[in-house]
């Protein structure tokens, strides 16, 4: 032991550790002035901090619902965007096949037309041929006439052995002729 610890048992009679109270209890002053110094901390703290730290978490409390309701906003507005746009989409497609429809038709009519156009120009080419057909036809038959006839008069004198002058006579036996050629034609 040291010497300090000597003379105070000397002087005391007794060892310092002898007459204490329990390891687990300690001094009544010690207990006294830590109550104290916990009654002075808690009432600052509960006058000045709790009351701050309260301010700043309603604050957050406020921002967090806040940012809640905005990101529930903007969620609900997002799909209503979402869902005009599957709208918009929806109409723009049924527009697009009613447009291709409308073409389809547009491109029948079109082609009717022109297959009617196609076919009255055939028919007033047909017939214009047919007119031209007919002119010539009718040309030939009045060629044929006037060289038969031409034929018919010199054959005549022939036979007769003297020239037919009267053009009355050569005219009426040109058109009886010509009238009995038609009525054997026509026989046949």
Do not use: C, H
């Not at 300090?4 to 009679?13: C, D, K, L, P, S």
């Not at 529930?72 to 599957?86: G, I, T």
């Not at 096949?97 to 080419?125: L, M, P, Q, V």
């Amino acid at each position: 032991m040291t010497n300090v610890t000597i003379y105070n048992v000397a002087a005391e009679g007794a060892l310092p550790l002898e007459s204490e109270p329990s390891i687990l209890l300690p001094p009544m002053y010690d207990v006294v002035w830590s109550l104290v110094v916990f009654v002075v901390v808690f009432l600052v703290f509960w006058k000045f901090v709790l009351p701050k730290f309260q301010e700043v978490l309603a604050e957050r409390e406020d921002r967090i619902k806040g940012g809640i309701e905005r990101a529930q906003v903007a969620q609900a507005e997002a799909k209503a965007a979402l869902e005009k746009n599957n709208a918009e989409l929806a109409e723009a497609r049924a527009e697009a096949a009613e447009i291709r429809e409308a073409a389809r038709a547009k491109g029948k009519e079109i082609e009717a037309e022109a297959r009617a156009n196609a076919e009255a120009e055939s028919r007033r080419i047909v017939e214009a041929g047919e007119k031209q057909l007919q002119a010539s036809r009718e040309q030939v038959i009045s060629e044929l006439r006037n060289e038969m006839g031409q034929n018919s008069i010199t054959l005549a004198e022939r036979l007769l052995g003297t020239e037919l002058s009267e053009s009355t006579r050569r005219s009426s036996t040109i058109d009886d002729f010509l009238s009995q050629l038609d009525n054997v034609s026509t026989r046949k």
